[in-house]
T-cell receptor, first 111, second 115 residues
Framework: AQSVTQLDSQVPVFEEAPVELRCNYSSSVSVYLFWYVQYPNQGLQLLLK??????LVKGINGFEAEFNKSQTSFHLRKPSVHISDTAEYFCAVLAGTALIFGKGTTLSVSS | DAGVIQSPRHEVTEMGQEVTLRCKPI?????LFWYRQTMMRGLELLIY????????DSGMPEDRFSAKMPNASFSTLKIQPSEPRDSAVYFC?????????????FGSGTRLTVV
């Protein structure tokens, strides 16, 4: 069965610092991976996705993620975060036709 | 495009009452998904429909939960009777045909509180 594990439940950082949110996946077949962001009291918004091709994927709001097949990872990064990046971030894998989500990582950016 | 529309945004009900959550997918989308979000369990897939037909309801927690999609523009998730442990945020999402690999569009969710 396909699954994702988000290794950190909370990540506190200061504004303008770099950040990495970690995600490991488990899959025995071709894998399609996603990162979603959820701002307070809102639905989930797609940040980026990996389908195939280049292992470095760029998304919205300056985020990027790198697909690493040997380490079964899909970590999300941003070189310099803003207060407005404070949100919950979810890694997800496509299992059949449905998305399976990790438990989420709360990113808290302070000044 | 109005996006995926869920109603109500908030629902507070007493234990034992029937609760109906509603979802209007994006026009032209033929797959619809219901998720439940709690602190303890994160985002859980409850059920999904393809062309109005339920494909996988293995995530529905028990018989108190039921979901319908009578047409391409409307779906309901019903809980009867409701219990305090059903308190959660319920999300609906939809996806266009042939876009299995492209993720979903989510609604803003319904926050359900059962007291």
């Amino acid at each position: 069965a396909q699954s994702v594990t988000q290794l950190d439940s909370q990540v506190p950082v200061f504004e303008e610092a770099p950040v990495e949110l970690r995600c490991n996946y488990s899959s025995s077949v071709s894998v399609y991976l996603f990162w979603y962001v959820q701002y307070p009291n809102q639905g989930l918004q797609l940040l980026l996705k990996y389908l195939s091709g280049s292992t470095l994927v760029k998304g919205i709001n300056g985020f990027e993620a790198e697909f690493n097949k040997s380490q079964t990872s899909f970590h999300l990064r941003k070189p310099s975060v803003h207060i407005s990046d404070t949100a919950e971030y979810f890694c997800a894998v496509l299992a059949g036709t449905a998305l399976i989500f990790g438990k989420g990582t709360t990113l808290s950016v302070s000044s | 495009d109005a996006g995926v529309i869920q109603s109500p945004r908030h629902e507070v009900t007493e234990m034992g009452q029937e609760v109906t959550l509603r979802c209007k997918p994006i026009s032209g989308h033929n797959s619809l998904f219901w998720y439940r979000q709690t602190m303890m369990r994160g985002l859980e897939l409850l059920i999904y429909f393809n062309n109005n037909v339920p494909i996988d309801d293995s995530g529905m927690p028990e018989d108190r939960f039921s979901a319908k999609m009578p047409n391409a523009s409307f779906s309901t998730l019903k809980i009867q009777p409701s219990e305090p442990r059903d308190s959660a945020v319920y999300f609906c999402a939809s996806r266009p045909p042939g876009a299995d690999r492209y993720g979903y569009t989510f609604g803003s969710g319904t926050r359900l509180t059962v007291v």
